[in-house]
């Protein structure tokens, strides 16, 4: 059974740091893993994924510049570094794992962890 758990969510003041981590169990060791996220009212949006050797990243426009994408398969653990964060960046952060690993079929997702950035 595939699992997915979010961390590292909190509050922030703008233009601070956070590292979300995405810890995954069960046969996810060659999947890609990708970040979304959603904020109140509004659709979810692509922020993120790495394939699993890690040698394919691709980023959403709200992930761009400021956000870094890492994994670390041998803690079964990817991470999202956010830095200079924005009170738009306030959110609820998903991971989401894609067995196809072609980055467009993201089938098991975590609860989310919130993201808040104050002004």
């Known amino acids: 059974q595939v699992q997915l758990v979010e961390s590292g969510g909190g509050l922030v003041q703008a233009g601070g740091s956070l590292r979300l981590s995405c810890t995954t169990s069960?046969?996810?060791?060659?999947?890609?893993v990708g970040w979304f996220r959603q904020a109140p009212g509004k659709e979810r949006e692509f922020v993120a994924a790495?394939?699993?050797?890690?040698?394919?990243?691709r980023y959403g426009e709200s992930g761009e510049a400021r956000f870094t994408i890492s994994r670390d398969n041998a803690k079964n653990t990817v991470h999202l570094q956010m830095n200079n964060l924005k009170p738009a960046d306030t959110a609820v952060y998903y991971c989401?794992?894609?067995?196809?690993?072609?980055?467009?079929?993201?089938?098991?997702w975590g609860q989310g962890t919130q993201v808040t950035v104050s002004s």
């Open positions: 989401a794992a894609d067995s196809t690993g072609t980055f467009m079929n993201f089938d098991y």
């Open positions: 069960g046969r996810t060791l060659r999947y890609a």
């Open positions: 790495i394939s699993w050797r890690g040698d394919s990243i």
